[in-house]
């Protein structure tokens, strides 16, 4: 049972335009989304994140947009690099055990980006 | 220099000969865990633990032991390797945080490749 679904696989943009990524949810549990990026070869590092009461945040060229009611999120980048062009895993974060946050990764979407 | 780092990056075994992936972190983090990535799966998390001889299940533990004698180190043990082991392991660290707060940042070392015949 996929709690995280990233339904595009692959995504091609040219460079400097929008790179707009999905992500959707089943879990109305989780309090933070969060996106990794991972290029070739290394492992994912942290993107941006958005708390469950915020609809949108943004930081430089990427943003991230959070609609609750359809349990969806997408993250904007703009414009679009080619250095921007790797693997984008959407997560979702959810508290157990009252400790710490436990996150569920989506199966990501490649991005290439054009020059 | 931060990091989190695994051993071996690449490795080819066969079916039943016991190996450990040795995962070490450098930020004093509580937090430490252990995923692996497959096509069409994402990142799925085999074990973690939240300090020192404290581990737990994650969603898929089948055939994984781990231990936490230290807190900078994390080991991935597969007893008796199986072809459907065969896939990217990521170990992450992070620290944790307290309630009402976000999830503390984790921190992925680059991957270990592993192939079992």
């Known amino acids: 049972d996929q709690q995280v679904k990233q339904n595009s696989p692959s995504l091609s943009v040219q460079e400097g335009r929008i790179s707009i990524l999905n992500c959707d949810y089943t879990?109305?549990?989780?309090?933070?989304f969060l996106w990794y990026k991972k290029y070739p070869a290394e492992g994912p590092t942290f993107l941006i994140s958005i708390s469950s009461i915020k609809d949108k945040n943004e930081d430089g060229r990427f943003t991230v947009f959070l609609n609750k009611s359809a349990k969806h999120l997408s993250l904007h980048i703009v414009p679009s690099q080619p250095g921007d062009s790797a693997v984008y895993f959407c997560?979702?974060?959810?508290?157990?055990?009252?400790?710490?946050?436990?996150?569920?990764f989506g199966t990501g979407t490649l991005l290439a980006v054009q020059p | 220099e931060a990091q989190v780092t695994q051993n071996p990056r690449y490795l080819i075994t066969v079916t039943g000969k016991k190996l450990t992936v040795t995962c070490s972190q450098n930020?004093?983090?509580?937090?430490m865990s252990w995923y692996r990535q497959d096509p069409g799966l994402g990142l799925r998390q085999i074990y973690y633990?939240?300090?020192?001889?404290?581990?737990d299940k994650g969603d898929v533990p089948e055939g994984y032991k781990v231990s936490r004698k230290e807190k900078r180190n994390f080991p991935l043990i597969l007893e008796s390797p199986s072809p459907n082991q065969t896939s990217l392991y990521f170990c992450a660290s992070s620290f944790i945080t307290k309630p009402g707060q976000g999830p503390g940042e984790l921190f992925f070392g680059e991957g270990s490749r592993l192939t079992v015949l």
């Open positions: 879990n109305s549990m989780f309090d933070y």
């Open positions: 997560a979702a974060s959810v508290r157990y055990g009252g400790a710490t946050n436990k996150l569920i």
């Open positions: 930020m004093n983090h509580e937090y």
């Open positions: 633990s939240m300090n020192v001889e404290v581990t």
